[in-house]
């Protein structure tokens, strides 16, 4: 499996995504559930969740436009949240992570 953004990581509470095998590809984002400015990016019934998952070391996965997208509990995503949030979902997908590849533009 790879996860690959689709652009490079930039101050923006999204990073759009595909997860992908050789047979299927999905979309899968990464949202900063903490960004609020110029607009909050989910309710905070869904924020709360999300800090509460990844205190247990797992993930919020939420749909969000049409999308499945990763809460992470933070603003902005650097290469390595980036990397852990992924690594999450392979978890909550029960694969193990060696099998995970991440590829993002910097």
Do not use: K
Not at 26 to 31: A, S, T
Not at 69 to 83: C, G, I, R, W, Y
């Amino acid at each position: 499996m790879t996860w690959r953004a689709e652009d490079i990581l930039t101050e923006d509470p999204r990073v759009a995504g595909w997860l992908s095998s050789d047979q299927r590809s999905h979309p899968l984002d990464l949202l900063a559930v903490d960004a609020a400015y110029p607009r909050t990016v989910c309710s905070s019934r869904e924020r709360h969740d999300a800090h509460q998952s990844w205190h247990f070391g797992e993930v919020l996965l939420l749909e969000d436009g049409g999308r499945v997208a990763a809460a992470v509990p933070t603003v902005s995503f650097d290469p390595n949240l980036a990397v852990d949030a992924v690594r999450r979902v392979a978890r909550a997908l029960g694969a193990p992570s060696a099998n995970f590849t991440v590829t993002l533009t910097l």
